[in-house]
């Protein structure tokens, strides 16, 4: 019998810094969990540098601007890579998940105590058996029951800083995670908050100043800062050409896709394309 359900591989891969290349080459499509064994790396995130250390633990969320990495030439660390629909897919509990969201687009490194490393260490374990076991009928399944774990096991590490922050209720949560889940599927081609809003059953005001609330941001950066992200990652792709990307993007017309690209990377499509 054919298994439907089956795994797509390329939803969640786990990496180490001596065997793979370095995180920073995984960052655009993917949520990263970074784990350091030894040495020391620093990043820029929107404008502040960051500095990991062994013991650390790091989370790069899809849609940050994380740039301008470093690592030692001993730096090991095993780094988790799931994308962004899977991660919704199998997020257990959406309060605990958004206050989690909230305090990591500030603090992106976390250092940890021996206990709580050693708890990380064994779900990372785990997830190199199971990605392991590609004759598991039920693969896909087991892979998104051990990510929900993981999450569990994040939120106990977080607990002490994440039950200072804001109080959420669990509407407030559940529409932010459903923008988010239409933002990983739709940004590239709606660029308009109405079309956000009208799925979500609130006014575009209601879902700006919800998203801000609990971000940070507005609905519209969220918007700009996922597109923009799929803009260049296709702008890097010798495959499509300009006018392809333009129409795959949904811009009603060439003039207006090279004006947007302009306005939100400061160059031309061309432009883009040849510095890369």
Request: with cysteine; glycine share 4%; proline share 4%.
């Amino acid at each position: 019998m054919k298994n439907d359900n089956s795994f797509n591989r390329e939803d969640v891969l786990l990496l180490n810094t001596k065997q793979n290349e370095t995180p920073d080459h995984f960052f655009g499509r993917y949520h990263l969990h970074i784990l350091c064994h030894e040495g020391t790396a620093d990043f820029q995130l929107n404008g502040e540098r960051f500095f990991i250390k062994k013991g650390d633990f790091v989370i790069w969320q899809l849609g940050s601007s994380v740039k301008d990495c470093h690592y030692s030439d001993d730096f090991d660390a095993d780094f988790l890579c799931v994308s962004s629909p899977f991660l919704i897919a199998y997020n257990p509990e959406k309060v605990w998940a958004t206050k989690a969201f909230v305090f990591i687009k500030k603090n992106p490194v976390y250092s940890l105590n021996e206990e709580m490393f050693s708890l990380l260490e064994h779900d990372f374990q785990e997830f190199r058996y199971r990605l392991n076991q590609t004759s598991h009928v039920f693969q896909k399944d087991v892979m998104g029951a051990l990510l929900e774990s993981f999450f569990f096991d994040l939120w106990n590490v977080y607990y002490p800083v994440l039950c200072e922050e804001q109080h959420l209720t669990n509407n407030t949560s559940d529409i932010f995670h459903r923008f988010m889940s239409l933002l990983s599927q739709h940004a590239y081609r709606e660029r308009k908050i109405t079309y956000y809003s009208d799925r979500l059953f609130v006014t575009p005001k209601y879902l700006s100043e919800l998203s801000k609330k609990v971000s940070g941001k507005t609905a519209s950066d969220w918007i700009t800062g996922y597109c923009v992200q799929e803009l260049q990652r296709l702008l890097r792709d010798p495959e499509m050409t300009l006018g392809e990307i333009s129409d795959y993007m949904n811009f009603p017309n060439y003039p207006n896709f090279t004006k947007y690209v302009k306005t939100n990377l400061g160059v031309s499509p061309k432009e883009f394309r040849e510095n890369v």
